[in-house]
């Protein structure tokens, strides 16, 4: 039997000496346990980013609501018009419900390749979402380039937003809400995501770019959105580039030379895997890559 | 607010704060050093344990969402004593490492024989990208879980 004597888990100056974890059985009683606890409290999904809050020092919120047994948060259902994502949906969950969609090529490819196999089988697509200061979140340029929209809850109801004005009010977003699902648009298109990371798995990315386009019967671009991840501190859609394609046919050449005519719209972030001027230097390596990828090169 | 844990077969009571990793709970109250605590950041394989039959990072395990799982560590893989189908292999092609990577090379690598029975070379050397070696000892390693595939 265990006595139950002290643990010293390190580093032991951020770690609450307190700290409760609510396993909610029903979205509802996750949501009425984040409104009462407030600031204190958090959802609590796949727990990789938060775990290591110690390592960040960062403190351990007092109150921790756990979400991945509510069912209908771990769901995903591939309508004939939209995909629904439950947000306690795991990378490795969603690689495999997305496998045989090749228009969500892109996500599949976000959610496969992040990190290694036993985090993606504990990752959440929620957590990729939710998580502040995670720039280098595969999912997220994924679902900006898929035009993404996300429902967000609260005690007092739900709304659903584009991810693009989800990003943007993220940092504000009131104590007791919570991300309940992500709704992606089926349409035909060709779509690519496309990492650097400095090994091959593990490492966070450099930069990542997410493609999704429409092409005409000759080949030219109807439709694009492109989307960069992990190189500004918030991924954000490449507006300029994809005006740059439309009307041109999809070739990886081009689209590369275009990008680099338009990358000094980027200012990377310093991190202690790469320069902000790597980050924003490998871009147009990252466009071809994924231009090609798109095409089946 | 107790917790209750299956490890390897016994079912264990615990009295840590809940968001405590599971990791510290196996090894300085139970003991079980197998798993080690060493990137404390799920990227390094080191704390490898199986919960309810899946490889998870230990360390990214609060000890509340282990209660109620079926979770078994490096030492739980042998029966009575017995080496299981990896442990014999990677022994017999002198694949083992230092014991600081290797349990959980062990447990993510019982795993795969268990659910990928069919691995190829490349889906070997997927399975151990969690699972980080700093001796490089990865090619004897490969070569020994295809071994242990091939043993039926």
């Given amino acids: ?297 | 607010m107790g917790l209750s844990l299956t490890v390897n077969g016994d079912r264990l009571a615990s009295a840590a704060d809940p968001t405590t990793p599971l990791v510290d709970i196996l090894r300085e109250e139970l003991h079980l050093t197998g798993a080690k605590p060493v990137c404390r950041e799920g990227f390094c394989g080191a704390c490898m344990v199986l919960i309810d039959g899946k490889p998870t990072p230990s360390c990214l395990m609060p000890a509340a969402l282990a209660d109620g799982c079926e979770i078994h560590t490096v030492e739980g893989l042998t029966t009575h004593g017995q080496l299981n189908r990896i442990q014999s292999a990677l022994e017999a092609s002198d694949a083992v490492q230092c014991g600081m990577c290797f349990p959980g090379m062990v447990v993510s690598l019982t795993h795969l024989l268990t659910t990928r029975p069919d691995a190829t070379r490349e889906d070997i050397r997927a399975a151990l990208t969690g699972n980080i070696c700093r001796c490089t000892g990865y090619e004897r390693i490969v070569d020994a879980t295809l071994l242990a595939l091939a043993t039926k």
């Fill in chain 1, 1 to 297: 039997m265990i006595t139950g004597f002290p643990v010293q888990a390190a580093p032991a100056e951020t770690r609450n000496a307190t700290s409760s974890v609510y396993i909610a059985p029903t979205l509802e009683a996750a949501l009425d346990a984040l409104s009462e606890y407030g600031a204190a409290g958090s959802a609590f999904a796949g727990g990789t980013w938060i775990m290591r809050s110690p390592i960040r020092h960062e403190p351990l919120r007092a109150h921790y609501v756990a979400i991945g047994k509510i069912a209908e948060l771990g769901a995903v259902r591939i309508g004939s018009d939209v995909v629904e994502i439950g947000s306690a949906v795991t990378h490795a969950t969603l690689a495999a419900a997305l496998a045989d969609l090749p228009e969500f090529g892109v996500l599949a490819a976000a959610a496969a390749r992040s990190a290694n196999p036993a985090i993606r089988a504990m990752a959440t697509i929620g957590g990729n979402l939710a998580t502040l200061d995670f720039a280098a979140a595969d999912c997220v340029p994924a679902l900006l380039c898929l035009d993404a929209e996300i429902e967000v809850a609260g005690r007092d109801g739900r709304e659903r937003m584009k991810l693009e004005h989800f990003l943007e009010i993220r940092p504000t977003l009131a104590p007791g809400r919570l991300v309940t699902q992500i709704v992606v648009p089926r349409s035909e298109r060709k779509t690519a995501h496309v990492r650097l990371p400095l090994r091959k798995a593990g490492d966070y990315p450099v930069a990542i770019v997410s493609l999704s386009a429409s092409v005409d019967a000759a080949g030219r671009v109807r439709a694009a959105r492109i989307a960069v991840g992990s190189v500004e501190p918030v991924a954000r859609r490449w507006e300029r580039l994809e005006a740059a394609l439309i009307g041109r046919r999809l070739d990886a050449e081009g689209a590369a030379r275009t990008a680099t005519e338009l990358a000094n719209e980027f200012v990377g972030r310093d991190g202690v895997d790469a320069p902000a001027w790597y980050r924003v230097s490998v871009l147009p390596g990252l466009v071809r890559r994924a231009a090609a990828a798109a095409l089946g090169a």
